[in-house]
């Protein structure tokens, strides 16, 4: 892989996508675009800083040459947002409209932090909206689509909602006795989803799998992102 695009790159999955790409033995270019500094930097990172949101597709689309991949951990909770319509306008439409800006560009992979157990047919506006934009994505019909669906993301987080602290907290403690089993099929450390994503990813650009969609399960999760993860690639 010798470029990479990535966005959410501040987020708690993102930033672990970000570090991962920098560890990359191949030191691809890496272009974070994002609405404030980067949580980490290396001489193949290429910031492109811009608080306005809605340019961010024309700046994916401005990038020489295309990326191989790109990548989104992009996602705000309805407590930032201030409402769960304004959350839609970033999880969704903005996820959308960066998936075809990448798709019109000629990006051939195309990695998505979802989410497992989301539903179109869902009661809950977060779940259904999160499988609406699953299907979104793949209908644009990239070579290879990747939607890696965590469990409950483990990791700092300020944001959590207090029940989904505690659990995090819990989740923390039982993988720690456990080295993971009693907690690896409903929750899944941030760094190793961030492993995965990339390790998916570059499984795709380097011919590894057949064209398609490809739905990265928990225990795919652990597999790519802890299990088979050699870091040098």
Known sequence: MSSAALVGCTGLVGSHILTTLTSLSSHPTIHAIARR???????????????????????????SPTPNIFLSGLGTTKAQA?????????????????????????????????????????????????????EAVQELGFPHTILVKPGLLVGPRKDSRPM?????????????????????????????????????GMQCVEGKRDEGVWVVSQNDIIRLGRTEWKGET
Do not use: C
């Open 37 to 63: 500094d980067l949580p980490t930097s290396s001489a193949n990172v290429h910031p492109l800083i811009e608080p306005d949101s809605s340019k961010w597709p024309s700046s994916l689309q401005s990038l």
């Open 82 to 134: 201030g409402s769960f319509e304004a959350q839609r306008k970033v999880d969704y439409d903005l996820n959308v409209s960066l998936a075809k800006a990448a798709k019109e560009s000629g990006v051939k992979v195309y990695v998505l932090i979802s989410s497992a157990g989301v539903s179109t047919k869902s009661l809950f506006p977060y779940g259904k909206m999160k499988a609406e934009l699953d």
């Open 164 to 200: 989904e602290a505690a659990f995090r907290v819990v989740a923390k403690g039982l993988g720690a006795i456990s080295k993971g089993w009693l907690t690896d099929w409903w929750a899944q450390d941030a760094d190793v989803i961030g492993r995965a994503a990339v390790a998916a």
